[in-house]
């Protein structure tokens, strides 16, 4: 019951009045709020400190920074002096925007201002938040050291003592990670459901397996395959790492709509499609909107659809820049790890269609400073011919250029080592009714970077692909189809070339042999070389199989003599809907597997030795992905390289006795298996023959001897100690009568 007015104290009547009167409003609308109009300002730390006199000129320098990542002027820079009438080494400066200011603090940060002093770039407003009163504790607490926690170490597979590798399995529902054994079957070591939803893909080093899903991107590490890093970036498609594993590119159809409150993406990502991620801290760098293809011409008035240019940036074989082609106009090329644009703007590229960075630092012949070499071609634009050029970064020098004619396309190919550059050209007839190709090679490491042409090519060439760390190449060619005969596709010639032998140098590049009327349309090359496959993939009704050997140890045909060469067919093997092909990074073994995602008929997965003896068929209900896990660079050294390969018949002997102590291993325990089974069924015989022998006695008939002393005589283990011994009971019935007793 409400107590009436008359009993109310003058206390309770000043506690009722509080409880009923709302302030809110007031507070809320009165409130001094520190963040606000200062969102536009930063604080620039690490300036010299000069005198008065040579402030303003101090200020106009600073300008040429600031202004690189939005607008401010002079006014806007405020440069406090001390009593000595001198700056303090700071100064606040007002952007027009906030996402300037943003911009300022990501990209200038860290920037040297000169050879003595780099910038420090923060918010004020953070500094106002962090520093207010009441945050800071006016005593020094000692912060509290965590116990160490040892983590797991990211390459500990590296360490197996057989050195085992490992790949990734995906299939159904479930992506598990395995050993593999050779001819027996794989070791598990991690198997899980629901791990991915899109796919799984190994770092370029073997480090991490990234898992797809519809938050983001996760790097899973270590030997038990635990959590490391996490990428959130909704509904994103498509990954890719950079060649050291600095970084990894994300993409998403759908522009990201970033929700209030989340501690990695800002509004900054707001409405993009791509993000560049920092690896090490799992934060964005920089986030860009896409830019789609059109996959032809429109007919009729109908546009083609689009399709995404991926991968969308390119990384330098050192990951000191990454490079994008806005298509037909430029390629951005940007410095890491603060992701700005090399000297401030785009190279202008009228008409570019493509680029490739060389895979590696090469060493030019008369060159002491060795930058990054970027490769690019633009084509036929009005009289102007088609044109490739080599750019060498950062000086963004044009070192070489060639000039085409009669250009359809043209692709890139780089040599690992980066020693040559090989340019496809499909050319056009002047009727344009016919189609041919030429290869122009580039070669990088010689003087004035010389270009070799083969030009013996009389059919278009649909695949081609270098030997890695090697000087030798394979290429598969087809002609037109004939008229009335589209439905048919015309037969494939594989053709395989090396250089002339010529001292220490390579000669020009020749033709070794050409294999006629295939249906070859890729090649995988061993990761370590000598040793290539040709194969038929997503065909749906040709399988073949070709494992190659570029230096076979027998007798060499006479015409071949003069090449770095000796070409061998080792075996051919089938696999019924292969859709993929890839070895291990040890190029000891084979995989060929048939993906649900391009048909669903005898899905799996089947292993193979360099040479193409088939160790294993892995059939797999739902089977989608198979991947090795890559290896790290080897840390020895050249000449340790050497003498590993000098002494390997020595190493050999030792695995060859691995191989059969495993075999013994095996052998002993399908022994001991039949042991334990043979026993087991002696004993139940015993038991019978007691059973039998009781029943005899109990109706007064004669025991049968030779049974009884059978199953009391008959062994149980095996022969004398160290001595293998397998025995094996057949029974045999000659005849068989029933008999009535009672």
């Not at 040297?112 to 607490?141: F, S, W």
């Not at 050195?163 to 070791?187: I, S, Y």
């Not at 970084?247 to 409150?261: A, D, F, H, K, N």
């Not at 334990?676 to 059973?691: C, D, G, H, N």
């Amino acid at each position: 019951m409400a107590p009436s007015f008359d009993t109310l104290t003058e206390q309770d009547f000043h506690e009722e009045e509080e409880e009923e009167v709302d302030f809110s409003d007031l507070k809320e609308q009165y409130e001094v709020k520190l963040e606000e109009g200062l969102d536009t300002f930063v604080v620039i730390d690490g300036l010299p400190v000069v005198p008065e006199d040579s402030k303003q000129k101090l200020v106009k320098f600073l300008l040429r920074k600031l202004n690189t990542v939005g607008h401010t002027s002079e006014d806007a820079v405020f440069m406090p002096l001390n009593d000595q009438g001198k700056t303090e080494g700071y100064a606040f400066v007002e952007y027009e925007t906030p996402e300037q200011a943003i911009q300022a603090v990501k990209q200038l940060h860290g920037v040297p201002l000169d050879k003595k002093h780099t910038l420090a770039v923060n918010k004020l407003m953070d500094i106002e938040r962090y520093g207010r009163e009441g945050r800071i504790d006016e005593e020094y607490q000692a912060p509290s050291v965590e116990a160490f926690q040892e983590k797991e170490h990211l390459r500990s597979w590296m360490g197996d003592a057989h050195a085992r590798d490992q790949f990734a399995l995906f299939r159904n529902e479930k992506v598990g990670v395995f050993w593999n054994n050779k001819t027996n079957p794989p070791e598990n070591v991690v198997d899980r459901a629901h791990w991915t939803q899109l796919f799984v893909q190994w770092s370029p080093k073997g480090t991490f397996l990234a898992s797809v899903h519809q938050q983001g991107v996760q790097l899973w590490g270590g030997a038990s395959f635990s959590k490391q890093k996490r990428f959130p970036h909704p509904c994103v498609q498509l990954i890719e790492f950079s060649p050291l594993e600095g970084y990894l590119t994300t993409w998403s159809s759908r522009p990201i709509q970033v929700e209030e409150g989340d501690p990695i993406l800002t509004y900054e990502e707001e409405g993009k499609n791509i993000i560049v991620w920092d690896i090490e801290t799992g934060k964005p760098l920089r986030s860009f909107v896409s830019h789609e293809l059109a996959a032809g011409p429109a007919v009729d008035d109908i546009q083609p659809k689009k399709k995404v240019q991926w991968p969308a940036f390119k990384w330098s074989s050192d990951e000191k820049y990454v490079a994008r082609m806005l298509q037909g106009q430029s390629i951005s090329i940007y410095e890491l790890p603060n992701m700005n644009l090399l000297g401030r703007t785009s190279i202008k590229i009228e008409g570019v269609s493509d680029f490739e960075w060389s895979p590696a630092t090469t060493t030019r012949e008369g060159v002491k400073t060795y930058e990054q070499l970027l490769s690019f071609w633009t084509p036929e634009i009005g009289s102007n011919p088609a044109r490739v050029a080599l750019m060498t970064v950062p000086s963004k020098e044009i070192v070489r250029t060639r000039n085409l004619f009669n250009v359809s396309d043209v692709k890139l190919h780089w040599q690992s080592q980066g020693a040559y550059l090989c340019v496809k050209v499909d050319r056009h007839s002047k009727s344009k009714k016919s189609m041919a190709t030429n290869l122009e090679i580039f070669r990088i490491r010689e003087k004035g970077v010389p270009v070799e042409v083969v030009d013996s090519l009389k059919e278009t060439v649909i695949n081609f692909s270098w030997e890695p760390n090697g000087s030798r190449f394979v290429l598969i060619t087809t002609g037109e189809a004939a008229p009335g005969a589209a439905v048919v596709a015309p037969k494939a010639s594989v053709s395989f070339f090396a250089p002339e032998k010529k001292g220490t140098t390579a000669g020009n590049f020749k033709l070794i042999r050409t294999i006629e009327k295939k249906n070859s349309n890729a090649i995988y090359w061993s990761p370590k070389g000598r040793f290539v496959v040709v194969a038929t993939v997503h065909s749906q009704s040709n399988f073949d199989i070709d494992f190659w050997d570029m230096d076979f140890e027998g007798e060499k045909v006479e015409a071949e003599k003069d090449l770095a060469a000796n070409l061998q067919l080792m075996k051919t093997v089938e696999h019924y809907g292969v859709t993929d092909i890839e070895w291990d990074p040890t190029g000891r073994f084979v995989v060929t597997s048939a993906s649900v995602w391009t048909h669903s008929m005898e899905n799996g997965w089947n292993m193979h030795t360099f040479s193409g003896t088939t160790l294993s068929e892995n059939p797999t209900e739902k089977f989608k992905q198979f991947a090795w896990r890559p290896r790290p660079a080897t840390l020895l050294s050249k000449e340790e390289q050497k003498q590993v390969r000098k002494n390997l018949r020595e190493y050999s002997k030792e695995f060859d006795e691995e191989d059969r102590y495993a075999v013994d291993i095996a052998n002993t325990a399908v022994v001991e298996t039949r042991k334990r089974v043979l026993s087991e069924w002696l004993a139940w015989m015993r038991r019978e023959k007691e059973i039998s022998s009781e029943e005899k006695e109990a109706f007064g008939l004669p025991e049968d001897a030779d049974s009884a002393k059978l199953a009391k005589d008959a062994p149980i283990g095996g022969g004398e100690e160290g001595d293998t011994v397998v025995e094996e009971l057949v029974e045999e019935i000659i005849e068989e009568t029933e008999e009535v007793i009672g």
